[in-house]
């Protein structure tokens, strides 16, 4: 049997568009083809990306987790989306 | 002339003490929607509850630790002053549950994007826009970081004050719009606001895209929570606690009140988050250890 390596976890860049601009839409987009706990990588430019961004998931049912550069956070998918 | 008053029936007496009564503040008529739909979905499951407004959170606390309420929706400043009667009067109050959006929140010192101010040193002699006096993440928690960064104020900057509804504890966010307008329309050099809020004013239009920066930003802080109070009848409040955080986002009797009252999920009360809070009402001066007001231009 060979052990297979998980796949990685994908990610989005937003290059210069902040959550000001739209970007969340292109965010939640990416969230929908992720599991409930699934993880999303976001990179981006955007001047207060990182701030946004987690005051944008808290708001939204998500958690938004430290990530190494150049990943600005994890976004960890929550479940309110799914309970429609 | 007015019949005198009667005693209460020994079947209203029975009512009066297993029914729940919870505080909350009215600070927008949202509150009497959110409550009264609670209300309904409670009565469902057996749990008679009821529900008291005020007009400030000061009458609210003490209202709890008098005993007219058993639980309180409190502003993490309320649950501080809740906390500090109580221990006063050897007693102690309990942090039932909170919502998903209290927890870990930051507040941002936010600049225009232009302008020539790069580090904290860099608001020495300039105009500082807070929000209400009472405000937590508007005005106490911020100034707090600006003093643990050498910048005491008053002297080393000037603090432009939006008071608005005194005694909401800057929950309507009244304050905190004001002070982002102050900043976009030149009027200040730097805005304090909760983090989400940033996002929001630029969304709204009340800060043109853009056109501000963040330059600093706080640790992180909780905000509301539901408080028990000392003499609360521990077995009707447990069920209340228990009720609470049984509600589900996917239930659409109660996600519309969910949404009401911006939550996705109620969570365990915690209480590890309200220690910025402390050092800044201490260093304020707003509240004494045991709960007096003492910041002298506090009106509500």
Redesign the interface.
Known sequence: MTATAPSPAPTIDIEDL????GAHLLIKRALRELPVGGRLGVRGRA??LA??L???C????HRAEPAPPPLVAWVIR???ET?R | MAAPPTALTERETMRHATTLRLGAVAYDPKVVTIWDGFKAWFARRDLDFDYVLYSNYERQVEALLDGAIHVAWNSPLARVRAARLAGARGAAVRALAMRDTDRDLTSVIVVRADAPIRTLADLKGRRVAVGAIDSPQATLIPLDHLRAHGLQPGLDFEVQRHDLLGGKHGDHIGGERDAARALAGGRADAACMIDGNHLLFVNEGTLPPGMTRGLARTGRYDHCNLTGGPAAPADLVERFRRLVLSMSYDDPEVRPLLDLEGLKAWKEGRVEGYRALEAAVDAARFYDRDGTITCADYRY
């Open positions: 902040g959550l000001d601009r001047p207060d701030v946004h987690a005051a944008w808290r708001a939204q049912g929550g479940s309110a309970g």
